[in-house]
């Protein structure tokens, strides 16, 4: 397919799956398209004017916009969990929360949980080698975090019951002792 015939109009020999609409442009009837809405996020104590229109997914305006890959796509439909972060302490998925809905509240996303990766949570993940792919991790850490925060010892039923990202390599037990080697500090 030649670079052309990627912005031209179908027609009978341009099959329209390979075709990018051609924008239409504004007459004295129609008014012009308007700049995207600039919404506020802070993000990592830092605050951004994010352009993207405001019913993009958070997920891809930390990935594409912010330039913030430590969260991941995995299923797209909040099941996974590899695309958590934290609002304003709590875990949430990313992939389906929109701009508008986080606007004015405090996002972590796994590189502003500590930097030098330094945080209780990270130390024991690293000490314990909880990765084994690593895809899912930043999500687990992050409610790793969140769990801790409002119980600073828990069982492991707690645990359990707290962590439910998905991780296809099956690093659960670990993922529970380096909960409870964070709970020590």
């Known amino acids: 397919m030649s670079v052309s015939s990627v912005n031209q109009k179908p027609n009978a020999s341009t099959p329209n799956a ?11 009837n129609t008014p012009a398209v308007t700049a995207r809405t600039t ?18 997914p ?9 330039g913030l890959t430590g969260t991941k796509f995995g299923c797209g439909i909040e099941l996974c969990g590899a695309c958590t972060v934290l609002i304003n302490g709590s875990p949430e998925k ?7 809905e ?13 930097p030098t990766r330094t945080h209780a949570v ?13 895809y899912c991790q930043s999500g687990m850490i992050l409610v790793a975090v969140a769990l801790l ?4 010892n828990p069982t492991d039923a707690q645990i359990d019951s707290a962590m439910n990202n998905l991780c ?14 964070a709970a020590l500090g």
């Open 18 to 28: 390979l075709v990018k609409p051609i924008p239409a442009k504004p007459t004295p």
């Open 39 to 56: 919404a506020t996020l802070n993000v990592n104590g830092k605050s951004y004017a994010i352009t993207s229109s405001l019913d993009t």
């Open 58 to 66: 958070l997920l891809w305006v930390l990935r594409d916009e912010l």
């Open 94 to 100: 990313a992939c389906d929360m929109s701009v508008s």
């Open 102 to 114: 986080v606007a004015g509240r405090s996002i972590t996303t796994i590189e502003g949980l500590s």
């Open 122 to 134: 990270q130390r024991a993940w690293m000490d314990l080698q909880v990765p084994q792919c690593g």
């Open 149 to 152: 925060q409002s119980t600073p």
């Open 168 to 181: 296809v390599c099956g690093t659960y037990q670990r993922v529970r002792a380096a909960v409870h080697k």
